[in-house]
């Protein structure tokens, strides 16, 4: 009898649904008003038991102890796919005084709300900003910006890493030394960059810029015409790879979006625009052609009189474990004593040379040289000396005197040193620059004659260890970063 009544529970249950139910409209039309009052009790059960069923599926609910509500761990769901979302999954936001379900559209403002409804969702870009699958930069998080109604990656994700040993190709990058000058006075372009159009050019000192170290950062206004500010080109990038651009931004117009980064290689151009008045990250991530070609990078104010300021500009390949090479340098010294630099005006070789190839942006040559002659007449006399670049650019030069002698010739007193500085700030990548050192002698009113170096010693006046000052080039390869 015992073991009857139980069954007939077990299938009362069943025919209930309390072992399983799909929640649809006939269900929830359930029970009716023909149903007996007895199984009121066992629907009421059933519904709690539907409702929990779904509801732990995400959340901590009807477990025991454990029964407070929570969201489980890893519960959170976010829109996947490669174009950006927008509409929500669903029949869409309910409007309870209607009711009825209203727009699906994430810019629509929240039923009863003053938000979007998109506002606090997450979209995983699953080929990247690229739009290209199976790259490094898949699987991007964004976040729904309503105030410009589309999708934000999320900066604090680290996507485009250097990584150990990243290069920044940018010269420049935090304009320390503004013009050249390393003056915030300053109102021209930024050392090895080039104007867009016509902005008004400024650096901006601390305190102001307290939130960005203390140095200085670039400020351009566009002056009446939208999309004005500054280039900096990097030839000599590879071929077929990913680099990232960043910098930081700020919209002194307090608009929003009115600063932009810019950068193509003449088939694709990729652009970051601020959303605000404070100061942010831009970024974008370009795949080089499969030829290697020229990127500009561009720092535009966007709107007309719209005024940015810019700092830490910096360009790298994206996710490198490559160590760029260090100082690089040629040193080339000259000890001979014959003789040279004879002829009015007319300019010798000092016989030291070097030649360096920058491998890619991101470096400097700097060149240092000392020529060094002894004069060997009894009168006065001038030696001038220059650095030559590829045999056909001066691009330093001095002069030194050595006044008539009354002792023995060939004394270090008759010895002429002259200095050479001179630096390459952007060289281009893959173009050889070859350095030389030149002499000659200078118009005195009387004979003259030159040896290279000290010459041959006559007395205890001589110096001892002359090769300590044997003519030198010494020619750098710095890199920038």
């Not at 190709?169 to 016509?198: C, H, K, M, N, R």
């Not at 700092?311 to 000890?335: P, S, W, Y």
């Not at 200078?442 to 300590?468: F, Q």
Request: overall charge negative; hydrophobic content about 35%.
């Amino acid at each position: 009898m015992r073991h009857g009544f139980a069954s007939g529970l077990l299938l009362g249950a069943a025919s209930l649904g309390l072992i399983a139910t799909t929640w649809s409209a006939g269900w929830e039309s359930l029970p009716q008003g023909s149903e007996l009052a007895s199984n009121l009790d066992t629907r009421i059960q059933e519904f709690k038991a539907e409702v929990r069923r779904r509801a732990s599926v995400e959340m901590i609910w009807g477990n025991g102890t454990d029964d407070n509500g929570l969201m489980r761990q890893g519960s959170a769901r976010v829109f996947g796919g490669n174009a950006p979302p927008t509409d929500m999954v669903g029949p869409g936001q309910y409007n309870s005084a209607a009711g009825t379900f209203g727009s699906t559209a994430l810019t629509t403002t929240e039923q009863g709300g003053a938000v979007d409804v998109g506002v606090g969702r997450l979209w995983n870009d699953e080929d990247g900003p690229d739009d290209i699958a199976g790259t490094v930069d898949d699987h991007v998080l964004n976040v729904w910006d309503p105030v410009g109604n589309v999708w934000t990656p999320i900066n604090s994700k680290d996507y485009s890493g250097a990584g150990t040993g990243g290069v920044n190709y940018i010269y420049d990058g935090g304009f320390e030394i503004t013009d050249g000058s390393g003056s915030a006075a300053s109102t021209t372009v930024p050392s090895g960059w080039a104007l867009l159009g016509t902005p008004t050019i400024g650096y901006v000192a601390p305190p102001f810029l307290g939130d960005q170290g203390k140095g200085v950062s670039l400020k351009t206004t566009a002056t009446g015409v939208g999309l004005e500010g500054v280039r900096q080109a990097l030839p000599g990038l590879k071929a077929n790879l990913e680099y990232v651009f960043r910098v930081m931004a700020q919209d002194q117009g307090f608009v929003g979006g009115g600063c932009t980064l810019r950068v193509s290689d003449g088939t694709t151009t990729h652009t970051a625009v601020t959303q605000g008045p404070f100061w942010e990250p831009l970024e974008t991530v370009l795949t080089t052609t499969n030829v290697a070609a020229t990127v500009n990078v561009d720092l535009l104010s966007t709107n007309d009189t719209n005024v940015c300021n810019w700092d830490l500009a910096t360009a790298f390949e994206h996710n490198t474990r490559v160590m760029q090479a260090g100082i690089q340098v040629c040193r080339k010294t000259d000890t001979s004593t014959a003789a040279a630099y004879g002829t009015l005006a007319t300019w010798d070789d000092a016989l030291v040379s070097c030649t360096v190839t920058p491998p890619s942006p991101g470096y400097m040559v700097e060149v240092r040289g000392q020529l060094v002659a002894t004069h060997t007449t009894a009168n006065g006399a001038a030696l001038a000396g220059r650095i030559r670049e590829n045999a056909t650019t001066t691009r330093a030069m001095g002069i030194s005197n050595v006044a008539g002698h009354v002792n023995a010739v060939n004394r270090f007193e008759d010895t002429a040193t002259i200095p050479l500085f001179y630096t390459v700030v952007n060289p281009t990548p893959g173009t050889a620059l070859t350095f030389t050192l030149e002499g000659t002698a200078t118009n005195d009113g009387g004979a003259h004659t030159w040896e290279r170096n000290m010459g041959v010693t006559d007395g205890t006046d001589d110096l001892s260890g002359s090769t300590d000052m044997a003519t030198t080039l010494e020619v750098k390869l710095v890199p920038t970063r």
